[in-house]
């Protein structure tokens, strides 16, 4: 039954006998139309509110959602971003081991070409020793042979100067001595060397 606080203001009852004083029942009915009209607003004010914070829920819960989209956005992306720096740095990685290989490749074959060459001019340098210790001796043979005939020049130009008798005591010219030429295998090893 839907009774508003105006119909409770207004409402009659009829006499009867022995029935309730009137006036008493007139203030009860005023008291609880007064009551019932503050419930009735006290009513309205709360389903306003509720109203509000249903509206303001809402606005919360959509709040939150979106919230929830973004941090889930926010999530993939940095997920997407760990994986794409993940494999960044293993390309980065792979690529640096690529070119340490290389380079050790390229270092590897260079020590390699210097040790042939190194080896190659040790090979020259005892060749060239060789080769100058053999025109060494072609010049000392050669020095020693020159030596040799100044000494024996020397000594048959004495010989010339100094007539030697015979037995029978008569002089003697000794005859000129014969030209002597160095040992050939020493001349020809001179020449070999000399070009």
């Known amino acids: 039954m839907n009774v508003s606080p105006l119909e409770?203001?207004?409402q009659k009852f009829k006499s009867a006998m022995r029935g309730y004083d009137r006036g008493e029942v007139d203030a009860l009915l005023t008291a609880v139309a007064d009551d019932y009209e503050g419930a009735i607003r006290d009513a309205d004010r709360l389903r306003d509110e509720v109203s509000r914070l249903e509206a303001l829920l809402a606005e919360?819960?959509?709040e939150e959602k979106s919230l929830k989209n973004t941090l889930l956005s926010a999530q993939r992306l940095a997920d997407e971003l760990r994986e794409k720096a993940e494999a960044d740095a293993q390309r980065i990685v792979r690529d640096a081991e690529a070119r340490a290989d290389l380079i050790l490749q390229k270092a590897q074959t260079r020590h390699e070409d210097l040790q042939r060459e190194i080896d190659g001019l040790r090979a020259r340098r005892r060749e060239t020793e060789t080769s100058v210790e053999a025109i060494i001796n072609a010049l000392k043979n050669t020095l020693d042979f020159v030596r040799e005939q100044d000494q024996k020049e020397r000594e048959?130009?004495?010989r010339l100067l100094r007539p030697r008798a015979n037995e029978s005591g008569t002089a003697i010219t000794p005859a000129a001595?014969?030209?002597?030429?160095?040992p050939a295998d020493d001349l020809a090893a001179f020449k070999a060397q000399n070009g």
Not at 177 to 182: G, I, N, R, Y
């Open 60 to 62: 919360h819960r959509s």
């Open 156 to 158: 048959d130009k004495i």
């Open 8 to 10: 409770l203001r207004q």
């Open 177 to 182: 001595p014969a030209a002597t030429q160095p």
